[in-house]
Every structure is written in C-alpha cells, then in structure tokens.
Nanobody, 125 residues
C-alpha cells in the first residue's frame, strides 16, 4: 500500500520561501506521475506541478519561475521548492501519485490514485 506524507508547510511573509516534502512509502509503479495540488479555502483544488518518473515536469502558469518540483529517489521523497511566495499561494497543499503505463510520458489530468493528508501554507502580505 502506498502512503504519502507531506510536511514543510507553515506561515511566511510575502516574498519568502518554503520547501514542501512528500515522503513516499510503498511501490507506486515502474512508471509513475507525482504531483502537488493545492486548495484554497472556498476554491476548487488546482494542480500546481507534476513530475513524471522519467523526469518531465510541468507547472501551472501562476507558479512558473517561482516553484520547482523535484524528487530525491534515494530518499523516495518528492519536494516542492516555493520561492517568491505571494498571498494568493495560501492554500492546503497535497501530494499525489499514480502509476502510468510505459507509453504515457505526460502527467495531465487530475485523476490520482494516492493522496497525502495535506500541509497548510499561509502567506501574509
């Protein structure tokens, strides 16, 4: 059984940085997608960044150039480095994962099999 555990959230001032971590236990799949989603209070969940096991990454437009998704395979941990944070980045952040077939090279779509419990990020102006 795959388990995802997020950490690293907190409160920062605008312009600050945070690094979120998502510890992975269990086997996701030979090929897989991992992603960070966020959900602000009263709003729908949105995808923030994705990473295919082959290393391909994508970002939503609002975080491009500020956020970086990465994975340490030795530690089996997914990261989200968040710089130049803005108040509109305030949300609960979730880590997600799903296995994909070998012929799939992208991570589009919100359908993920495994989810973490979330970590809160609050950015004050």
């Amino acid at each position: 059984q795959v388990q995802l555990v997020e950490s690293g959230g907190g409160s920062v001032q605008a312009g600050g940085s945070l690094r979120l971590s998502c510890g992975v236990s269990g086997f996701i799949g030979t090929y897989y997608c991992m992603a960070w989603f966020r959900q602000a209070q009263g709003k729908e969940r949105e995808g923030v960044a994705t990473r295919h096991s082959r290393g391909i990454t994508t970002y939503t437009d609002s975080v491009k150039g500020r956020f970086t998704i990465s994975k340490d395979n030795a530690e089996n941990t997914l990261y989200l480095q968040m710089n130049s944070l803005k108040p509109e980045d305030t949300a609960m952040y979730f880590c997600a994962a799903r296995p994909v077939p070998s012929y799939v090279i992208g991570c589009t779509g919100p359908e993920y099999k495994y989810w973490g419990q979330g970590t809160q990020v609050t950015v004050s102006s």
